[in-house]
């Protein structure tokens, strides 16, 4: 039996032999990853607004090889997509996968953070199903819930779309983002109150704790909200002084803030501020418009949930107020900004309506003013512009992720045909195969 006096020795006998050993266990080279060829009938160049056909398409692991491609090399794996139109994968910019699908929001207290992570699993893969292979998500009720599902989608624990979170609702207390509508002696937990802010400085401190704690981008209130107990949306949240900490403070990180506005002053007050994006614009005036046309702010307005918010089984009452007439405001304000030339981008509040329903969308950008390229675009090349991560995704070219869609018909034909992706690939890996 070694004492721990020879074992010690008997290690150290054995130190000038590490490098041998560390020779011997080194890996082989490594094999450079599989070649996979699409063949692409139609094939939508986001970029330029064309449409090329008969492309071929080659991935090499995760990655785009090339676009164009003469030939096929013959140890390449062949996608046959020869009879549909292949566009890269959507982006929807304003989703909640991580929360409970649930029209009251008070229901979240009747589950654990660790249930409502496990029941928000099947969010996330039926919407990268659906051919959304990003999503920039914008806040969640148990603080968190987002980063947790973001990371476990990239280690492959479960599926889903590419998530870029939010961590939390920067909000007042009792404001649009808060868990409201409890008796004021009702004590909530920590995660249900992370992101309420009452000053310049409090604003200041929750950014500094969600960029440590892995968020992507901040969200915050500036407005009341229509899906909130006690809310009134046409109501002035966050001051210009909060707002304007908001963009500094997250300027620091390196994040951008995406404001939530429906009335018309704390949609400019958001702009102002300089943020991002505004999400639902809902009563975005003429100067508001010129504004964001003038800053380049995004418009991210969820113009198709009406009839959700209108049909739901169990929206509360006080909601359905807050909606009256909100719903056309915001259809014919998103017809003004498209027809000014504002940045747009796609985004639905997926959740108020059903996850995997979001291309539903589409119909309704094009209903209310956009071309169906420019929709199409929305979802692609500007919605990756405003995430910050053009590099990566948002269209098909050599060095980009390889997220990949294809539909049977054509979209810009017929946009429905988006609402029934037939061929899903994100990251070189297909999820939906074509048959
Ligand atoms: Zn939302």
């Not at 893969?125 to 947790?148: P, Q």
């Not at 960029?211 to 901040?218: K, L, P, Q, S």
Request: glycine share 8%; net charge negative; hydrophobic share 45%.
């Amino acid at each position: 039996m070694f004492t721990k006096f020879s074992l010690r020795t008997l290690c150290l006998s054995l130190l000038p032999l590490l490098p041998l050993l560390a020779a011997a266990e080194a890996p082989a080279p490594v094999a450079s990853p599989p070649l996979t060829a699409i063949r692409a009938g139609k094939f939508i160049d986001v970029e330029t607004g064309r449409v090329l056909a008969n492309q071929i398409i080659l991935i090499r692991g995760t990655k785009i090889e090339a676009v164009g491609a003469k030939s096929i090399p013959e140890d390449a794996k062949v996608i046959d997509l020869s009879r549909m139109t292949v566009l890269p994968g959507l982006v929807d910019c304003h989703t909640h996968l991580a929360d409970l699908a649930d029209a009251e929001p008070l229901n979240v207290l009747q589950r654990t953070a660790a249930e409502a992570a496990y029941l928000a699993i099947p969010n996330a893969s039926v919407t990268l199903l659906a051919g959304f292979t990003t999503v920039r998500d914008v806040g969640v009720y148990r603080a968190l819930n987002d980063v947790a599902m973001r990371d476990a989608i990239a280690r492959g624990i479960i599926i889903g779309p590419r998530m870029y979170v939010a961590g939390a609702y920067i909000t007042i207390s009792e404001g649009a983002g808060a868990m409201t509508g409890l008796s004021p002696d009702i004590q909530l937990p920590w995660d249900l109150r992370y992101g309420e802010a009452n000053s310049p400085w409090e604003v200041r401190q929750k950014i500094r704790e969600l960029a440590h704690r892995g968020a992507d981008h901040i969200k915050v209130l500036s407005t009341g909200a229509v899906l909130t107990h006690g809310s009134n949306p046409k109501s002035i949240e966050f001051t210009p002084e909060e707002l304007r900490a908001a963009v500094e403070e997250a300027a620091n990180f390196g994040l951008r803030v995406e404001a939530h506005a429906h009335a018309a002053e704390g949609i400019k007050n958001a702009i102002r501020a300089g943020v991002a994006s505004i999400e639902h614009a809902t009563l975005i005036d003429d100067e508001g418009i010129a504004l964001a046309k003038q800053r380049g702010t995004y418009l991210d307005m969820d113009i198709y949930d009406e009839e959700c918010i209108q049909s739901a089984p169990n929206t509360p009452a006080d909601f359905l107020r807050h909606d009256a007439e909100l719903g056309e405001a915001q259809r014919r304000n998103f017809t003004k900004a498209v027809r000014a030339g504002v940045k747009m981008t796609f985004g639905t509040d997926a959740g108020v309506c059903p996850h995997g329903i979001n291309a539903r969308q589409f119909a309704f950008m094009v209903k209310y003013g956009m071309t169906p390229m420019q929709a199409i675009q929305s979802a692609t090349v500007n919605a990756a512009d405003l995430i910050g991560h053009s590099e990566l995704f948002g269209s098909i070219a050599a060095g980009k992720s390889a997220d990949i869609i294809a539909v049977n018909g054509d979209p810009l034909a017929d946009i429905h045909e988006l609402e029934h992706v037939a061929f899903v690939m994100k990251e070189g890996r297909v999820y939906k195969p074509a048959d």
